[in-house]
C-alpha cells in the first residue's frame, strides 16, 4: 500500500532550521509531483511548495520563498524541505503529498499524516 511519512518536525527556535523529510513506499517520487503544505492552528491548509515531477520546476509560497527550498533525492526516494530563517508564523503541521501529474494541487493522491513544526522563544 503507498503512503508517505513525513520526519524532522520539532521545537525550535525563531531563526532555527530545520529539514523535513518525507519518505515514499511503494511509490517512485520522481515520477510524481511533491508538494509540501502546512496547517496552522485555527486556519486552513495551504500550499507551502512543489516539484514538478520529471523535471526541477519548483514553487514556493511568498511567505516562504528565499528562506525553504524543496529537493529530492532519486535513489533515497525522499524528498525534504530544508527550513531556514525560521518564523513564529511558520508554526503548523507539515504534509508531504504525491499526485501522479506534473504539478501538485489541491486534490493530492497521497498524503502523509503530517510533523509538527514549532517555532517559539
Known amino acids: 500500500q503507498a503512503h508517505l511519512v513525513e520526519s524532522g518536525g520539532g521545537l525550535v527556535q525563531p531563526g532555527s532550521s530545520l529539514r523535513l523529510s518525507c519518505t515514499a513506499s511503494?511509490?517512485?517520487?520522481?515520477?510524481?509531483?511533491i508538494g509540501w503544505f502546512r496547517q496552522a492552528p485555527g486556519k486552513e491548509r495551504e500550499g507551502v511548495s512543489c516539484?514538478?515531477?520529471?523535471?526541477?520546476?519548483?514553487h514556493y509560497a511568498d511567505s516562504v520563498r528565499g528562506r525553504f527550498t524543496i529537493s529530492r533525492d532519486n535513489a533515497k526516494n525522499t524528498v525534504y524541505l530544508q527550513m531556514n530563517s525560521l518564523k513564529p508564523e511558520d508554526t503548523a503541521v507539515y504534509y508531504c503529498?504525491?499526485?501522479?501529474?506534473?504539478?501538485?494541487?489541491?486534490?493530492?493522491?497521497?498524503w502523509g499524516k503530517g510533523t509538527l513544526v514549532t517555532v517559539s522563544s
Open positions: 516539484m514538478s515531477s520529471r523535471s526541477n520546476l519548483k
Open positions: 503529498a504525491a499526485r501522479d501529474g506534473s504539478w501538485c494541487a489541491e486534490d493530492m493522491d497521497y
Open positions: 511503494a511509490l517512485t517520487l520522481h515520477q510524481l509531483a
